[in-house]
């Protein structure tokens, strides 16, 4: 038995990415005719663990930076080296659910992240907005939960129907690191080295401003008065976590999302001032108010307040119609497999032999239905109570969310089954204009509507996040042969921690350093949200123009074949967390570019993409621990040092070292090991 169990796990069959001929199946590596150890003390306790861990590191560097890492890959990882190092026998499916579980943090938290902070940013403008704990937590529970509820129905679909029709690039990359057995243990060496050396360089930053965090092209002869008077300026954050962020993200990517920020740094920030104030007024005047960015005129602005006031909406209008393209096209799957779901619920599969497998049973249909309407009502019920007060306002709130977060579904795991990468901030902002538009046409506007739609932005976002994250899960699992029910039922509790842990994260790191003012966290995403709600609830009017070239723009790309999420999100997120894309990006083309031989190609990618999730890890936990002693009334930083040239040409060369490290790391793998 033990031997031929190890037979099955020394790889996956050869028809796991290919489209199945008719009348042929897959089975997958665990039989679906015998039972394996799934759910048990040890995968339960190290799953929560990492949910904690990884919704911490997660929060911060999405925060920080804007990007929130995938968890999965590193949670396998570390899986895999733990049963690896206990010597635990047969832990394939014990694995699949550590990580299933531990991978609900990196999904809540980008539903989290990219919509509740604006309330913080919003609550600095009106006093009179209170943000608490619960609101945070409970609208990233909701939202989850809601996102499990309504993907489960969509899984045959998208994990068995199609199969070997879509990639799932994440989904393939986490499945051969738990196959890999005593090769993933190795695997886990020159990750915790990676993570050590990224956290101490990330912590050394933050903690003592060793060096600065930010270059920027102010510090080079005439770089100041380019700024001032050209308002062009160039900025590269040199944290290793943002490096290795590029590294994954891949050139092809990276350069796209660069082109956008280029476009808008380097093209329109400079031109926009020739436009004059009255123009730009007319097309964006909520800058113009006391407290805005452009009160004394865009001649004395700064490229980055032209930027943030101005620029960014046009990122804003293109991410927007980035969204409404991919229901457009998602269309004919939604259809497809709500035909799948219905068919489910009443009965009306008939092949029992193929349900009856333990590698195809799902929670029953009636279950989920009854989960649906018990999650509305409790949404419904915490919209009412907790947010809105108002019965009728409460009733539209819960209709705009269910609906949007039904289509969306689709949409965003379409997305991640493809490209491995979830739009969701573009979803999300679709909704907080709908959602916008629906509450001030009901009478919901002020403060108050502002709270109300970020909150129902919040809870469609994380449920199009985990909707997202989950089909990667679920398609996991289908590879390897575990119980769908099993990994969709402990799905729940990862959900629930991991809420809890953002919850808390979130108001440690807006005590610490705040959403506004100088030495905030950046959240674009949050900000953009801030930037589109504000104007449509105070009546002050949005920059529909603005929006109208980023949509046309995005319309534009779409007919030229180039990804018009991937550019708009770079005209919206901040020059220097772009370039680092660019960077780690150009260090990956390098490092699998260099031989002729493609095996050795593969491992020398291989090895930097375990380095490039080290230093993720370990700089956004060490951010976490920083920000924590901040907190706590620990400040190591010599301000003085930290604002001037030597810290930022010191910060230059320090990025230069960690860059060799990466791809010199990276170059030295082996085809037979990563060592």
Request: one cysteine or more; charged letters at 10%; glycine letters at 12%.
């Amino acid at each position: 038995m033990k031997t031929e169990n190890e037979d099955k796990i020394s790889g996956l069959p050869e028809n796991a990415f290919h489209e199945l001929k008719e009348g042929e199946e897959y089975n997958p590596i665990m039989s679906p005719n015998k039972q394996y150890k799934e759910v048990t003390p040890w995968s339960v306790m190290w799953g929560l663990l990492m949910a904690v861990l990884f919704s911490a590191a997660a929060a911060y560097l999405g925060l920080k930076v804007g990007q929130v890492f995938e968890a999965a890959i590193p949670i396998a990882i570390i899986a895999v080296g733990l049963s690896s190092a206990t010597k635990r026998k047969n832990a394939l499916g014990e694995n699949v659910i550590i990580q299933s579980i531990g991978a609900s943090s990196g999904v809540i938290v980008a539903g989290a992240i990219f919509t509740l902070p604006a309330l913080y940013i919003l609550q600095a403008k009106y006093p009179d907005i209170s943000v608490d704990f619960f609101q945070v937590f409970l609208s990233s529970l909701l939202g989850g939960i809601l996102g499990i509820l309504f993907l489960i129905p969509f899984r045959k679909y998208f994990v068995s129907d199609m199969h070997g029709k879509y990639p799932f690039p994440e989904a393939t990359a986490t499945t051969q690191v738990l196959v890999s057995g005593e090769k993933g243990g190795d695997q886990a060496k020159p990750l915790i080295i990676a993570g050590l050396i990224g956290g101490l360089y990330d912590f050394v930053i933050a903690t003592f401003g060793t060096w600065g965090e930010t270059f920027t092209s102010r510090v080079i002869p005439y770089g100041e008065t380019l700024a001032n008077k050209v308002k062009m300026l160039f900025s590269v954050n040199v944290g290793a976590a943002v490096l290795g962020l590029g590294y994954i993200v891949g050139l092809r990517y990276a350069a796209i999302i660069c082109a956008g920020s280029a476009l808008v740094w380097f093209v329109l920030v400079p031109l926009l001032p020739l436009l004059g104030d009255t123009t730009l007024q007319m097309l964006n005047p909520a800058p113009y108010l006391p407290g805005g960015g452009l009160i004394d005129g865009i001649a004395s602005a700064s490229p980055e307040v032209i930027f943030s006031s101005m620029a960014r909406h046009i990122g804003i209008g293109g991410i927007a119609m980035a969204g409404i393209i991919g229901i457009i096209r998602s269309w004919p799957i939604i259809k497809s497999a709500v035909g799948l779901a219905s068919k489910e619920f009443k009965g009306g599969n008939k092949d029992a032999s193929k349900i009856d497998k333990r590698t195809q049973l799902d929670l029953p249909m009636k279950i989920i239905s009854i989960g649906v309407i018990v999650a509305l009502l409790a949404t419904f019920i915490f919209f009412y109570l907790g947010v809105m007060h108002n019965l009728f306002y409460a009733v539209i709130a819960i209709l705009v969310v269910a609906i949007i977060a039904f289509l969306f579904t689709t949409v965003a795991a379409n997305a991640i089954a493809i490209v491995g990468t979830n739009p969701v901030s573009g979803m999300t902002l679709m909704t907080l204009i709908l959602a916008s538009v629906i509450m001030v046409a009901v009478g919901l506007k002020g403060t108050s509507g502002m709270v109300a739609a970020l909150i129902m932005g919040g809870v469609v976002c994380t449920a199009l996040s985990m909707a997202g994250g989950f089909i990667t899960d679920l398609k996991i699992g289908y590879w390897l042969g575990t119980t769908p029910a099993k990994q969709q039922s402990w799905k729940f509790l990862g959900t629930l921690v991991s809420a809890a842990t953002v919850g808390g994260v979130m108001i440690i790191l807006n005590d610490t350093y705040g959403f506004t003012g100088e030495g905030a966290l950046v959240a674009p995403q949050a900000n953009a949200m801030a930037a589109v709600i504000d104007p449509l609830m105070s009546g002050t009017g949005a920059p529909w123009i603005l929006y109208g070239i980023g949509a046309l723009i995005a319309l534009l790309l779409t007919f030229f074949r180039v990804p018009a999420l991937a550019f708009a999100l770079g005209m919206f997120i901040p020059l220097q967390l772009n370039v680092p894309l660019l960077v780690g990006g150009a260090v990956n083309w390098y490092v699998g570019s260099r031989s002729k031989d493609k095996a050795l190609n593969s491992a020398r990618l291989d090895k930097g993409t375990l380095l490039a999730s080290g230093f993720i890890a370990g700089g956004a936990l060490m951010g976490v621990v920083s920000a924590t002693l901040r907190f706590g009334g620990v400040d190591l930083v010599d301000k003085e040092w930290l604002d001037s040239a030597g810290s930022q040409w010191l910060a230059l060369l320090m990025y230069a070292v960690i860059i060799f490290y990466l791809g010199y790391s990276s170059m030295k793998a082996k085809k037979d090991g990563l060592k």
